[in-house]
């Protein structure tokens, strides 16, 4: 699977959008790209997932670049409770296909 | 939706002593769940895929039979850390993908917290 890149860690105001970026240069056409968050001493959560075209659901959209190279995790109105671990993860799309962990992002929400 | 049940959530024990825990799928049978280990600070490290029916496979460095691992129906897998000592101390997370299978997130347990004194 593809290496990705992120931040390390990122400051937003609460009620802004929070805009977390994520390179995967080496993306191969059948990877997806898959956002999870991890809250202090919880496990992962699921965000969103896309492979090409844009994505928006309850929680975030995924903007996904035409070359596929990079994305962003857009937060419209983060909250306190947004403060997490934001992990980018690149993936072949096939059942029991695992998820390997990069550092991810430190997102502070802050008042 | 799709939820993994992890338990016990928090368990301190005596070195020596092998410890087990579980992770089941409650709503949706699961032949493959992951087993990941977490130290403070770091992210999560996978260390093995359990597999239903079959042995699981281990990630490069994970003592298989320090940590074994068993997946004896489609709901349930277990992690049995054995003769545990304090080094083996950390945030124990499963996961399981999606009923649906393939295009398809995985679903994380809330993560056992081991202390080993």
């Known amino acids: 699977d593809a290496k990705t890149t992120q931040p390390t860690s990122m400051d937003c105001a609460e009620g802004r959008a929070a805009n977390l970026p994520c390179n995967h240069s080496?993306?191969?056409?059948?990877?997806?790209v898959y956002w999870y968050r991890q809250i202090h001493s919880q496990g992962p959560q699921y965000i969103i997932h896309g492979l090409k075209n844009n994505e928006t659901n309850e929680m975030a959209s995924l903007i996904i670049t035409e070359d596929r190279k990079s994305s962003t995790l857009i937060l419209p109105h983060a909250t306190l409770r947004d403060t997490a671990v934001y992990y980018c993860i690149v993936r072949v799309d096939e059942y029991g296909n695992k998820l390997v962990f990069g550092a991810g992002t430190i997102l502070r929400v802050k008042s | 939706g799709a939820v993994v049940s992890q338990h016990p959530s928090r368990v301190i024990c005596k070195s020596g002593t092998s410890v087990k825990i579980e992770c089941r799928s409650l709503?949706?049978?699961?032949?493959?769940m992951f087993w990941y280990r977490q130290f403070p600070k770091q992210s999560l490290m996978l260390m093995a895929t359990?597999?239903?029916?079959?042995?699981?496979?281990?990630e490069q460095g994970v003592e298989k039979d320090k940590f074994l691992i068993n997946h004896a129906s489609l709901t349930l897998s277990t992690l049995t850390v054995t003769s545990a000592h304090p080094e083996d101390s950390s945030f124990y997370i499963c996961?399981?993908?999606?009923?649906?299978?393939?295009?398809?997130?995985?679903?994380f347990g809330d993560g056992t917290r081991l202390s080993i004194l």
């Open positions: 080496t993306i191969s056409g059948n990877e997806y």
């Open positions: 709503d949706f049978q699961a032949t493959t």
């Open positions: 996961s399981a993908p999606g009923p649906q299978g393939g295009n398809q997130p995985q679903h």
């Open positions: 359990s597999n239903e029916g079959s042995k699981a496979t281990y």
